[in-house]
């Protein structure tokens, strides 16, 4: 048999060659769709349940001005057009696998269903989000919570009445008609907020730049 | 543990710089020692009598792409997570025009201008005042182009999502296309070469 002598460039040409059919076989690198999950570490998460979040403690986070939490609103366009938490970001359900978020930052996520919330936790997790948290009761109870909090006339906390005013909301004391009072402020109404520049989402979090 | 780092949030922003900076010298290093630091190298492909710079760039292609596709496979890497600049039809043709022509008037594009530039050419160093020129110019400008800048955005492509072609397919047809180019390259060597002798005889 005659030896064929290769140079180093054939031999690199023949390598890529070959790498190049192989690859015919293994299709598409879809590592996107499948990943790895720590199911223990899930577990504890939804049993001490460490991923909630109240209204009240957001509400007093984004008086307090801290950054080091991005919120998401996980409806779509129209619904957060109409009104979102102050400082929120628009990123629906269906965005979050191609949206850039930054994988070890801390997340709040909210929208206007809990079920739909909660698997979008679990799907961020499974993701590979590190620290996401859920507003407990999402939207609806940000608004019963924060902006029209119930109270009574006996022994209202002005702790609550302050933050409620701050988000350009009002409290309801007891003797008032609640449930119409709810709907027609959170459709009329909306406030939309004027919140000082100091609250969460005027200033983003840092942004990783790239790109040449 | 999956790459890319930088979007994990691994390290920090300053310690990214650190790392682009090796990576930058690495790059020059290459650029340096495949003799893109002289203009009349560079020029010469544009005359088919060199073709070094579209075999070095087509090698570099094939093995990025074979890595990042392998990587991928394997589960190291998320390719999703590369950056990729977005696709501006248009005004990216327009531009490659532009630079084209700049890289045959002037000998160099603007990464191996530098890599002249710091061996110490003079033709490298006034290329790079051009680009620095020609980069505050368009800043100034950049109002009233800024539409036609921004236009015929299709977002950002992968040439299996254009060509509806399977990942895996498509790698092999890449691999078949370098290796076809580089053959035809240095048959084209050879060709051009010759005649240029043959030209420069005639004139004797």
């Known amino acids: ?212 | 543990m999956i790459a890319p780092f930088y979007k994990f949030d691994l390290f920090s922003e300053e310690f990214s710089f650190i790392i682009a900076f090796l990576i930058g010298i690495g790059f020059g290093f290459f650029l340096e020692r495949a003799g893109f630091g002289s203009a009349k190298k560079l020029a010469s492909q544009f005359y088919f009598t060199d073709l070094a710079v579209f075999k070095v760039m087509f090698t570099a292609i094939v093995t990025a792409m074979i890595g990042v596709y392998y990587l991928s496979i394997i589960g190291i890497l998320d390719y999703n997570l590369i950056y990729r600049n977005e696709t501006f039809l248009v005004p990216q043709i327009v531009g490659g025009l532009i630079l084209g022509f700049g890289f045959i008037i002037g000998g160099y594009c603007p990464g191996t201008s530098l890599v002249a530039a710091s061996t110490g050419k003079l033709d490298g160093l006034f290329f790079l005042f051009g680009v620095i020129a020609g980069t505050f110019g368009l800043s100034l400008i950049f109002p009233i182009i800024e539409p036609f800048y921004y236009s015929t955005a299709i977002g950002k492509l992968n040439l299996s999502d254009v060509l509806l072609i399977p990942y895996g397919i498509l790698v092999f047809a890449v691999v078949l296309m370098a290796l076809a180019g580089f053959i035809a390259a240095e048959w084209a060597e050879k060709r051009f070469t010759q005649k240029t002798i043959e030209v420069k005889d005639e004139k004797n």
Request: net charge neutral.
């Open chain 1, 1 to 212: 048999m005659k030896k064929i002598n290769l140079s180093t460039n054939n031999k690199l040409a023949l390598l890529a060659l070959i790498l190049g059919f192989v690859a015919i076989f293994f299709g598409n690198p879809d590592s996107s769709n499948k990943s790895i999950v720590n199911t223990e570490e899930l577990a504890l998460n939804i049993i001490d349940t460490n991923n909630i979040i109240h209204p009240m403690q957001l509400a007093d986070w984004i008086i307090q001005g801290k950054v080091d939490y991005r919120l998401i609103d996980l409806r779509n366009e129209s619904k957060y057009n109409e009104y979102a938490i102050p400082g929120a970001e628009n990123i629906p359900l269906t965005q979050i696998k191609t949206s850039e978020l930054l994988r070890n930052d801390k997340f709040i996520i909210y929208s206007d269903d809990e079920l739909r919330t909660a698997q979008s936790w679990l799907l961020m997790k499974t993701l590979g989000y590190k620290n996401v948290y859920i507003l407990v009761g999402g939207i609806d109870n940000w608004k019963e919570s924060v902006i029209f909090p119930r109270l009574n006339i006996e022994n209202s906390d002005s702790r609550i009445i302050e933050i409620s005013k701050f988000f350009g909301g009002t409290p309801i004391f007891g003797n008032e008609h609640k449930e119409s009072n709810i709907s027609e402020f959170s459709s009329k109404v909306a406030p939309k907020i004027q919140a000082p520049s100091s609250a969460g989402g005027s200033k983003k979090p840092k942004q990783k730049r790239e790109g040449c």
